[in-house]
Antibody
Framework: QLHLQESGSGLVKPSETLSLTCAVS??????????WTWIRQAPGRGLEWIGY???????YYNPSLKSRVTMSVDRSKNQFSLALMSVTAADTAVYYC??????????????WGKGTTVTVSS | SYELTQPSSVSVSPGQTATISCSAN??????AYWYQQKTGQAPVLVIY???ERPSGIPERFSGSSSGTTATLTISGVQAEDEADYYC?????????FGGGTTLTVL
């Protein structure tokens, strides 16, 4: 059974870069028909899509975050990563990684990690 | 991009039927997906492609779509169904979530 596990810095200072990794187990990052995505949820708020990455490294980002986001994939380690630059308190959230099912222009997440809390504070 | 509109809250008694709507013009041409999120947990997919139910999801969960509105229906609501529910869709710009609906089981 596929399992996703987020890890990374839980506390980030304002203006610095948030870095998270999602380790994939029980399946391959290179499986056809899937991509890999990051989603966040600020305290007491709804879900916000950040972006997704194909196993070949092609990326698609939320236009509202595009200027600050970089995603990458490490096939040798079966993991993918998120970097969010120039963070502010508004970036404080639970960050989830998930597997993304893509069919034509239809996307949905079928497997999620448990999430990791990131706090932006000095 | 566009917005998906959900009611902020729905309340039902155990055994009754809960319906949660999700509206957007784009839903006339796009599928809706539904996630259940219990407090402190990650979201779980409960409905995909408007009305399909993933394996392991109870049959009391069903979905439908007509025109610009998708609906999640929970028949015979149980106390364990109390959670936030999010609809989700997509377009060429990416993935969009509704604001979420809190289902309270009275």
């Amino acid at each position: 059974q596929l399992h996703l596990q987020e890890s990374g810095s839980g506390l980030v200072k304002p203006s610095e870069t948030l870095s998270l990794t999602c380790a994939v187990s029980g399946g391959s990052l290179s499986s056809g028909g899937y991509s890999w995505t990051w989603i966040r949820q600020a305290p007491g708020r709804g879900l916000e899509w950040i972006g997704y990455i194909y196993h070949n490294g092609a990326t698609y980002y939320n236009p509202s975050l595009k200027s600050r986001v970089t995603m990458s994939v490490d096939r040798s380690k079966n993991q993918f990563s998120l970097a969010l630059m120039s963070v502010t308190a508004a970036d404080t959230a639970v960050y989830y990684c998930a597997r993304l099912v893509i069919a034509s222009l239809h996307y949905h997440m079928d497997v999620w990690g448990k999430g990791t809390t990131v706090t932006v504070s000095s | 991009s566009y917005e998906l509109t959900q009611p902020s809250s729905v309340s039902v008694s155990p055994g009754q039927t809960a319906t949660i709507s999700c509206s957007a013009n784009a839903l006339a041409n796009q599928y809706a997906y539904w996630y259940q999120q219990k407090t402190g947990q990650a979201p779980v997919l409960v409905i995909y492609k408007d009305s399909e139910r993933p394996s392991g999801i109870p049959e009391r969960f069903s979905g439908s779509s007509s025109g610009t509105t998708a609906t999640l229906t929970i028949s015979g609501v149980q106390a364990e169904d109390e959670a936030d529910y999010y609809c989700q869709s997509s377009d060429s710009s990416g993935i969009v979530f509704g604001g979420g609906t809190t289902l309270t089981v009275l």
